[in-house]
């Protein structure tokens, strides 16, 4: 499978994709960059997508088991992927803990710091454009390390996860929310190559390095001797999503937006009915995992 992180662009392209995009995202969906989670017998849970969105944190700190008791919730939190910095005032306000998002993208963590002021925040949490591959935090800094739909970028799987124990205290909660491919069977050794090809079409339109699948996740997290690994695939929880996503974005007020941003918008939109064959198929998965770093 392609690889674009070979072209040593990766992080300028997705910071570049954000920079351009999140205004748009922003004005359509508001500050939650990130997929919804739906009740699939609820025709009101699939209707209100913004919602579905903040649903989608909650049944995230529920699996990881993140309590919000005063002496057993979280103090300081690490936002890794912070988009506009919509988890990371959520989880100030609702676990009252510190945050601190990180973003390549200088136009989101700017557009974070002023959510975060007028909001009243701006003591509880803070952003800074910082690679999740190459931290700017000390060892064993956060209790909880939240990454919300931002692993699928990271071209180095092993060194990702490797960062993100670094970066947790003893005893403290990962979380990886994440889009994967489907495990492959004892037979293969790869996935067939339409598949191949769908999914580099995504990687080239989303700046996304070569996939990996949530097996391949939970290996390389019983190779750093993680504790209590978890997983679950949440992918007909999200199956709504990207169908709004596709209503919004050709809407009138969606196309003028999108003609307004520029060609990676306009480009990211195209392959959007891609991730829609490719959860229908099967090939892309919608994965959680939680873990503990050792005491």
């Keep these: 499978m392609e690889d674009v992180a070979a072209s040593g662009a990766l992080n300028e392209g997705i910071a570049k994709f954000y920079d351009e995009s999140s205004g748009l995202w922003e004005s359509i969906w508001g500050d939650h960059m990130h997929h919804g989670y739906y009740d699939p017998a609820s025709a009101a849970s699939i209707a209100d997508h913004r919602a579905a969105q903040i649903r989608m944190i909650e049944e995230t700190l529920r699996f990881a088991g993140v309590s919000d008791d005063p002496m057993k919730k979280p103090r300081k939190i690490v936002d890794v992927g912070c988009g506009i910095g919509g988890s990371s005032r959520f989880l100030a306000k609702k676990l009252g803990a510190q945050v601190q998002g990180i973003s390549l993208s200088p136009v989101q963590v700017k557009r974070a710091q002023d959510l975060a002021e007028a909001e009243g925040l701006a003591d509880k949490v803070s952003f800074q454009v910082a690679d999740a591959l190459q931290q700017p935090f000390a060892d064993g800094q956060f209790d909880l390390v939240w990454s919300m739909e931002s692993g699928e970028h990271m071209p180095d799987k092993a ?5 993100l124990k670094r970066v947790a205290a003893p005893g403290g909660t990962i979380i990886i929310v994440t889009w994967c491919h489907r495990d492959l069977s004892s037979s293969e050794v790869q996935l067939k190559p339409d598949e191949i090809s769908l999914l580099n079409r995504i990687c080239s339109a989303y700046y996304l390095p070569k996939w990996c699948s949530s097996a391949d996740y939970l290996s390389i997290l019983k190779s750093f001797s993680l504790l209590d690994i978890k997983m679950e695939d949440w992918s007909e929880n999200v199956a709504p999503f990207w169908g709004a996503v596709i209503r919004s974005a050709f809407t009138w007020r969606g196309i003028t937006s999108l003609l307004r941003t520029g060609w990676k918008s306009i480009k990211g939109a ?5 991730m829609v064959s490719g959860y229908n198929k099967g090939l892309i998965k919608f994965a959680i995992i939680s ?3 050792p005491e």
């Design 291 to 293: 873990c503990r770093k």
């Design 270 to 274: 195209l392959v959007m009915p891609l």
């Design 159 to 163: 060194k990702f996860v490797s960062e």
